[in-house]
């Protein structure tokens, strides 16, 4: 059965600072991956996806991720973090018909 | 375009209570989808219909669990009667097309149980 582990439960960045987001999957064929963020209050946002193609996916406010098959990861970056960038980050991995499995989230607190 | 909506946003109801949750999709958009978020675990899959049919509701807890699509437009989520480990946030989710994940989702209800 996939899986996606995420290791952070909470990261702090200093505001300006680079960001990485760690995250594993399991998953027996070609998975399709994607981030989501969720801001207090709001429901889940897709920041972006990786389908096929290009190992290196862009996405919205700047975020980016990297899909290394040997390493199993999809690990979300950004260069400069923003204090609206505080949010809870979950990795999730498509599975079956169209449903999909996520990671338990990774908190981001942006520190001044 | 309105989004998924959800409601109510909170519900605290004591252990043994009936609580309906509901979800209205996306106007159009065919499929639809809950997740159930426990409190320190993963959002997990609990069923999808397409318009008024469950396509897969394998990730249904248990029996205490009822979800409906009638008309194959709004979508409710009754759990009776409701244990301390259904506590958690329900999200509710829609989208047009059958493959591709093209979801969107509502902000989710977070339900007490006491």
């Known amino acids: 059965a996939q899986s996606v582990t995420q290791p952070d439960i909470h990261i702090t960045v200093s505001e300006g600072a680079s960001l990485e987001l760690r995250c594993n999957y399991s998953?027996?064929?070609?998975?399709?991956l994607f981030w989501y963020v969720q801001s207090p209050g709001q429901g889940l946002q897709l920041l972006l996806k990786?389908?096929?193609?290009?190992?290196l996916v862009q996405g919205i406010k700047g975020f980016e991720a990297e899909f290394k098959r040997s390493q199993s990861s999809f690990n979300l970056r950004k260069p400069s973090v923003h204090w609206s960038d505080a949010a809870e980050y979950f990795c999730?991995?498509?599975?079956?018909?169209?449903?999909?499995?996520f990671g338990k989230g990774t908190m981001l607190l942006v520190s001044p | 375009e309105a989004g998924v909506t959800q409601f109510p946003s909170h519900s605290v109801i004591e252990k043994g209570q009936t609580v309906t949750l509901r979800c209205d999709p996306i106007?159009?958009?065919?499929?639809l989808y809950w997740y159930r978020r426990v409190m320190g675990k993963e959002i997990k899959f609990l069923l999808h219909?397409?318009?008024?049919?469950?396509q897969d509701e394998s990730g249904m807890p248990n029996n205490r669990f009822l979800a409906e699509r009638t008309g194959g437009t709004y979508s409710t989520l009754k759990v009776q009667p409701a244990e301390l480990e259904d506590s958690g946030v329900y999200f509710c989710?829609?989208?047009?097309?059958?493959w591709g994940y093209g979801y969107t989702f509502g902000s989710g209800t977070r339900l007490t149980v006491v």
């Open positions: 989710a829609s989208s047009q097309a059958s």
């Open positions: 998953y027996g064929a070609t998975p399709y």
């Open positions: 990786y389908f096929s193609g290009d190992t």
């Open positions: 999730a991995v498509g599975a079956g018909y169209s449903t999909l499995t």
């Open positions: 106007s159009g958009h065919d499929n």
């Open positions: 219909f397409v318009k008024e049919s469950k």
